[in-house]
C-alpha cells in the first residue's frame, strides 16, 4: 500500500493518500500546510507562518500557536501512514521534506521545464503534450477557500503562472494547425481576463483561420473598448499589428499546410554547408540579381567568364537610361563641355570706342581710374572705365531702357566738360 502523501495548493488545499482525502483541520491548520507547502524542501521561520495566519500584527501567543498548529499536523500525518521525518523541525521554523512529485506546484514547473527543452530540440508535438499536462495540474484558482493575505498573493501569483504556461501551450498548438480545437477554451481565458493581450491576439488569429474574420476583428474592438475604457491606453503594437494584418487579408497569417511535428535543429555542419551553398550561389549567380532589375527600357545580358565572373553590358534605348550606368557622352558633347569651361575662363571683355583714336581698345573698368580726352574724338574716354552708353552694357544692364539712360548720361557729362562759349 501506497503511504506517500501528495500535496495539492493548484485550486482548493488538498491532501491525498493514494486516492484517499486526509483530513487537515481548521483554518490556522490549513494556512500553516499551505505556507509550508509553498515552500517545500524549505526552511519555513515561525515568524513568517504567524505573519500568514494573522497579518503584521499578530498576538503575544503565536508562537506557541504556531506550534500548536504543526503538532496537528504531524498527528494528521502519521495518522495517514505517513512517514516521521515528513514534518521536521529545523530553527528557526519547520521543513516539510516531500519530493518534486508530490507537490502539484513543483512537478508542474518540471513539466514545464521539459517542455522548453522539447521545443528547443523542435519537438513541438511533445512540447504542447508537457505543456499541456502542466496547465492540467490546476483544478480552478489556487489556494480556493484559505483566507489569508498572504494565501491570496501567493495564488494571484500562481493563477498568473497558470496563464504563461496555457500562452505557451496555444502559441505551439497554432504552430501545429490546430487552431479550431483552441477557440472555446480560448474565449473562455479571455473572458476571464480581458486585459491578457497576448491570449486575445491567439484568440482572433484562430478565428481568422476557422474563416471568422469578422468575429476576429470584433474581438479586437471589444478588447479595445475595454483598454481605453478602463486604462486609458491602445493596445499593445503586437496586438495593433495583427489586427491591421487580418484587415489586409495578409498571407502569413494563413495556417501551416503541413504541421512541422519536428523541426531539425541547425548544427555546425549544416550551418557550414549552407552557409558555402549560399556563398557559392553569390559567386555565379552575382550580377543582376545583386543589382536589381533593369530601370524602364534598358535591357541586360549577362556574359560569364572563365573566372566564373559575371560581367554586365547595358545597352540604352531611346526612350529612358539606366541611372546606375549613364550612357557615354558622344564627342561632340565633350567638346562642347570643354569649350564652355574653357569661354568661363575667358580674358576680360574690351569695348570700341568711338572716334579716330589710335587706341580702340581698352581694358574693362576698374574704380578710381580718371577721365581723359582721345585726341580727335567728341567724347571723352574713360581710361579703365567701361562706357556705360554702349550696346553692350545696355544689353548687360536691362535692355534698350539701361542703354537709354547711359547715353543720357554721357550727354550730361559732355555738356559739363565743354570748354565755355562752346557749342555743340
Not at 239 to 245: F, M, V
Not at 256 to 280: F, H, K, L
Not at 338 to 363: I, K, N
Request: glycine share 10%.
Amino acid at each position: 500500500m501506497d503511504t506517500a502523501l501528495s500535496f495539492r495548493v493548484l485550486g482548493p488545499l488538498e491532501v491525498l493518500v493514494g486516492e484517499r482525502r486526509v483530513s487537515i483541520g481548521g483554518a490556522r491548520q490549513r494556512i500553516t500546510l499551505a505556507t509550508l507547502v509553498l515552500r517545500a524542501g524549505r526552511v519555513v521561520p515561525v515568524d513568517l507562518i504567524a505573519e500568514a495566519i494573522w497579518g503584521e500584527h499578530p498576538p503575544p501567543t503565536a508562537r506557541r500557536q504556531v506550534i500548536i498548529c504543526v503538532s496537528g499536523l504531524r498527528r494528521a500525518f502519521q495518522e495517514a501512514g505517513a512517514p516521521p521525518d515528513l514534518l521536521v523541525t529545523s530553527p528557526p521554523g519547520y521543513v516539510l521534506q516531500a519530493g518534486p512529485d508530490d507537490v502539484d506546484v513543483l512537478l508542474a514547473e518540471r513539466l514545464a521545464t521539459k517542455a522548453r527543452a522539447a521545443e528547443a530540440e523542435g519537438d513541438l508535438t511533445g512540447a504542447a503534450r508537457w505543456f499541456a499536462e502542466a496547465c492540467d495540474l490546476w483544478r480552478g484558482p489556487a489556494l480556493a477557500g484559505i483566507e489569508s493575505a498572504f494565501a491570496e498573493a501567493e495564488a494571484r501569483r500562481l493563477d498568473d503562472r497558470h496563464l504563461t504556461l496555457t500562452e505557451e501551450r496555444v502559441q505551439l498548438e497554432l504552430a501545429l494547425g490546430r487552431h479550431r480545437e483552441l477557440i472555446d477554451d480560448l474565449a473562455v481565458f479571455v473572458d476571464a481576463n480581458p486585459l491578457r493581450e497576448r491570449l486575445r491576439a491567439q484568440l482572433m488569429l484562430a478565428r481568422y483561420r476557422c474563416g471568422r474574420r469578422a468575429e476576429a476583428l470584433d474581438t479586437y474592438r471589444i478588447g479595445r473598448a475595454q483598454m481605453v475604457g478602463e486604462l486609458g491606453i491602445e493596445p499593445g503594437t503586437e496586438l495593433q499589428a495583427l489586427h491591421d494584418a487580418i484587415l489586409r487579408d495578409d498571407p502569413e497569417l494563413a495556417a501551416p499546410s503541413a504541421p512541422p511535428a519536428r523541426v531539425t535543429a541547425s548544427t555546425p555542419e549544416t550551418a557550414r554547408a549552407g552557409g558555402s551553398a549560399t556563398a557559392g550561389g553569390e559567386r555565379h549567380g552575382a550580377g543582376a540579381a545583386d543589382r536589381g532589375p533593369p530601370v524602364g527600357g534598358t535591357r541586360t545580358r549577362t556574359h560569364r567568364t572563365r573566372t566564373h565572373r559575371t560581367r554586365t553590358r547595358r545597352t540604352r534605348t531611346r526612350w529612358s537610361r539606366d541611372r546606375r550606368a549613364p550612357a557615354r557622352r558622344s564627342r561632340a558633347a565633350r567638346a562642347r563641355g570643354s569649350r564652355s569651361r574653357r569661354t568661363r575662363a575667358r580674358r576680360p571683355r574690351t569695348r570700341r570706342t568711338r572716334g579716330t583714336c589710335s587706341t580702340r581698345r581698352t581694358r574693362r573698368a576698374r574704380p578710381g581710374r580718371s577721365r581723359e580726352r582721345c585726341p580727335g574724338t567728341r567724347r571723352p574716354r574713360t581710361r579703365g572705365t567701361r562706357a556705360r552708353g554702349t550696346r553692350d552694357a545696355g544689353r548687360a544692364r536691362g535692355g534698350p531702357r539701361a542703354a537709354s539712360r547711359g547715353r543720357a548720361a554721357l550727354r550730361r557729362q559732355d555738356r559739363r566738360d565743354r570748354p565755355a562759349g562752346r557749342t555743340a
